[in-house]
């Protein structure tokens, strides 16, 4: 491991460190929370150290870069798609993820779904909620999530896990915890009603300027970058 790349393994402590005491501040077991390491252009001997270190789920915006890095990334891992999924990306990727954070339409849900059947396999998924309701970001409202969660399952070849929101970029913590709160009340309303083939497990929120406040308001998933590898 080169020397020049230490402060990867020591921001991994730090935030290891606080997703701890984030957790135990909320009454949670931090063994219950997971983090999955961004590396949206990131090297590959960046992504190797973070490895090295312990996060061996990496979250990926583009298929792109998830095609170009996974048969070049030589330790054991898994791939997150945390980004825009379009429809016509999916036959790129079904082999290749381990949970696809992004579903917000039909459309892209009914081409998972088939391109995972035509592979034999089920792919889990959470259902993308645009919680602020702004227009720069992609995911339902927050009145269609049920109705739509209902409506995946249906399919047989998706396993619907829980729900994504990306919060508004913002130090005003109100705000923030009005967000994520907002998206445990579904979360935990949905996950209630025992849906079949629905199993409401995991809430991905929070990123590297707010995970804190995401997992004081129920995250068991965050998805941090900067914090990790510094500013792209």
């Known amino acids: 491991m080169t020397e020049e790349l230490a402060y990867i393994g020591a921001n991994i402590a730090n935030i290891r460190e606080r997703v701890k005491s984030a957790a135990l501040r909320s009454g949670r077991d931090p063994q219950d929370i997971s983090i999955v390491a961004v590396t949206k252009t990131v090297g590959l001997e960046k992504i190797n150290r973070a490895i090295d270190e312990g996060l061996n789920v990496l979250g990926e915006n583009r298929v792109q870069e ?10 054991e891992c898994k791939w997150d798609l945390i980004g825009h999924l379009q429809t016509n990306k999916v036959k790129y990727i079904i082999d290749k993820v ?51 969660v209902r409506a995946l399952s249906k399919f047989n070849s998706i396993r619907v896990k829980g729900l994504m929101t990306i919060a508004p970029y913002t130090q005003n913590e109100d705000v923030l915890r009005s967000v994520f709160r907002e998206l445990n009340k579904i979360f935990i309303d949905i996950r209630e009603e025992n849906i079949d083939n629905i199993d409401m497990e995991l809430l991905s929120m929070g990123m590297s300027n707010d995970f804190e406040i995401a ?8 998805r941090i970058g900067t914090a990790i590898f510094g500013k792209r």
């Not at 997992?215 to 965050?222: D, L, M, P, R, S």
């Open 215 to 222: 997992i004081e308001e129920g995250a068991n998933i965050v």
């Open 66 to 75: 998830i095609c170009e890095k996974y048969d070049n990334i030589n330790r």
């Open 98 to 148: 381990n949970l696809i954070h992004s579903v917000d339409r039909m459309e892209l849900a009914e081409e998972i779904d088939k391109k995972a059947h035509k592979s034999g396999r089920v792919v889990d998924i959470l259902v993308q909620v645009n919680v602020a309701m702004e227009e720069s970001k992609f995911g339902l409202c927050a009145h269609e999530v049920k109705d739509f």
